[in-house]
Nanobody, 121 residues
Framework: QVQLVESGGGLVQAGGSLRLSCAAS????????RAWFRQAPGKEREFVSA???????YYSDSVKGRFTISRDNAKNTIYLQMNSLKPEDTAAYYC???????????????WGQGTQVTVSA
């Protein structure tokens, strides 16, 4: 089993920044991809960003150029630096890990509980 714990969410004004962290513990798999998804109220959960074991990164069009994903393998932690935040970025953000660097939920096995990000206008 792998446990994922997100942190770093909060309330920020539009144009501001936040950095999310997701720490993994338990039986971690160094070659697994790690990803961020988000879910806004009344909407489906959507892909935000992913990073595979070799460091290749992927972003949704809505966050490309504003968000940066990174990973610290020694700490089993990934980060999501979010800049130029917009009210439409408001959502619960979830990290996930799985064997494939997929952009769909089906590619991930383990999920965190989520951290709330709220961007005020």
């Amino acid at each position: 089993q792998v446990q994922l714990v997100e942190s770093g969410g909060g309330l920020v004004q539009a144009g501001g920044s936040l950095r999310l962290s997701c720490a993994a513990s338990g039986r971690t798999y160094g070659t697994y991809a790690r990803a961020w998804f988000r879910q806004a109220p009344g909407k489906e959960r959507e892909f935000v960003s992913a990073i595979n074991w070799s460091g290749d990164t992927y972003y949704s069009d809505s966050v490309k150029g504003r968000f940066t994903i990174s990973r610290d393998n020694a700490k089993n932690t990934i980060y999501l630096q979010m800049n130029s935040l917009k009210p439409e970025d408001t959502a619960a953000y979830y990290c996930a890990t799985g064997p494939a660097d997929s952009q769909t939920e089906a590619g991930y096995i383990y999920w965190g509980q989520g951290t709330q990000v709220t961007v005020s206008a």
